[in-house]
């Protein structure tokens, strides 16, 4: 098995009842093909770097996985199929942790540290 971090942004008129909804369905999806979901992060509402289908705000949330690729490639299919879903983005990693990531750190502390 491998790690992966999916993240996916929903669309904006969605309530956040339906994105948690729609976040167990994708969980099952992953559970149900003998793969684990690590965490999982609720970002938010956040503004878009530009209109997608004349959005500019969506619900952004992230998932971590532990599964094989036919369970990765399953869950992107039916993200791909639901007309919620509006992007999509997978990444292997080499390792997951269970802290939190760092759009996380940012929602709870909103503090930048000059460099």
């Known amino acids: ?3 992966y971090e999916c993240t996916f942004v ?9 994105v948690q ?4 369905l994708f969980s099952k999806i992953v ?6 979901v690590v965490k999982t992060e609720y970002w938010g509402l956040r503004t878009l ?5 004349k ?4 619900h952004y949330t992230m998932l971590g996985l532990d599964c094989s690729p036919v369970a990765l490639k399953e869950l992107e299919r039916q993200m791909s199929i639901s007309e919620d879903v509006i992007r999509t983005m997978t990444v292997r990693m080499d390792k997951m ?3 939190p990531t760092v759009m996380m750190q ?3 502390g909103d503090s930048y540290e000059a460099a």
């Open 1 to 3: 098995m491998a790690f």
């Open 10 to 18: 929903m669309r904006s008129d969605l309530s956040r009842a339906d």
């Open 21 to 24: 909804k729609a976040t167990d």
């Open 31 to 36: 559970t149900d093909n003998e793969g684990t």
């Open 49 to 53: 770097a530009y209109k997608i289908n």
């Open 55 to 58: 959005m500019a705000k969506g």
């Open 97 to 99: 942790d269970a802290t």
């Open 106 to 108: 940012q929602k709870s």
